[in-house]
């Protein structure tokens, strides 16, 4: 059964930073692109970033981009998401979600979530 | 960016009824649509993909219909675990968008 694993969430002061980190298993990594989705308490969710499976192509929303970095290191099975000058709108669960067929989606495995809460 | 709305907003039904569900596209997303439950403190799990493929492991009382920007999320008969949120999600355009969701509760 493949694996997701979320983790690297906290709290943080606006305009601080962040970095997530998706651990992924059982299933052959680098052939799959990686996706972050998050959800704001209470709210729906929201496609934020995305990784293509080589590494070579990342993809942004628009409301985080200059602010987010997508990566990954396929000898650690591991996408990462740095996230700098945070802002209070940006607390969120957020999941790494692994694309089906691209980081477009749909999205068939999703990990637990981790919790990023920005505020003073 | 695609808008989906979903409807209704809300739905009570008993076990056993049937759930249809709605999601409309602000503008043709194709047969690029899929569905997710989402249980409270769970993450999202995908049901449908490509508007009416079941994912694996998905049981057979859940069908998706529908293309261009018209889809049907359809729970045949109702099982008590079904009571969740459900979502849409588009992948034909940039960026990928999901619906605001239908929380399916019971009656």
């Known amino acids: 059964e493949v694996q997701l694993v979320e983790s690297g969430g906290g709290l943080v002061q606006p305009g601080g930073s962040l970095r997530l980190s998706c651990a992924a298993s059982?299933?052959?990594?680098?052939?799959?692109?990686i996706s972050w989705v998050r959800q704001a308490p209470g709210k729906g969710l929201e496609w934020v970033s995305g990784?293509?499976?080589?590494?070579?192509?990342?993809y942004y929303v628009d409301s985080v981009k200059g602010r987010f970095t997508v990566s990954r290191d396929n000898s650690l099975n591991t996408v990462y998401l740095q996230m700098n000058s945070l802002r209070a709108e940006d607390t969120a669960i957020y999941y790494c979600?692994?694309?089906?067929?691209?980081?477009?989606?749909?999205?068939?495995?999703w990990g637990q979530g981790t919790l990023v809460t920005v505020s003073s | 960016e695609i808008v989906l709305t979903q409807s209704p907003v809300t739905l009570s039904l008993s076990p056993g009824e049937r759930a249809t569900l709605s999601c409309r596209a602000s503008?043709?997303?194709?047969?690029?649509l899929a569905w997710y439950q989402q249980k409270p403190g769970q993450a999202p799990r995908l049901l449908i993909y490509?508007?009416?493929n079941r994912a694996t492991g998905i049981p057979a009382r859940f069908s998706g219909s529908g293309s261009g920007t018209d889809f049907i999320l359809t729970i045949s008969s109702l099982e008590p675990e079904d009571f969740a949120v459900y979502y849409c999600q588009q992948r034909n355009n940039w960026p990928p968008t999901f619906g605001q969701g239908t929380k399916l509760e019971i009656k």
């Open positions: 979600a692994k694309g089906q067929y691209s980081v477009y989606g749909p999205f068939d495995d």
């Open positions: 990784i293509s499976g080589g590494g070579g192509t990342t």
């Open positions: 503008q043709s997303v194709s047969t690029y």
């Open positions: 059982r299933f052959s990594f680098r052939s799959y692109d």
């Open positions: 490509d508007a009416s």
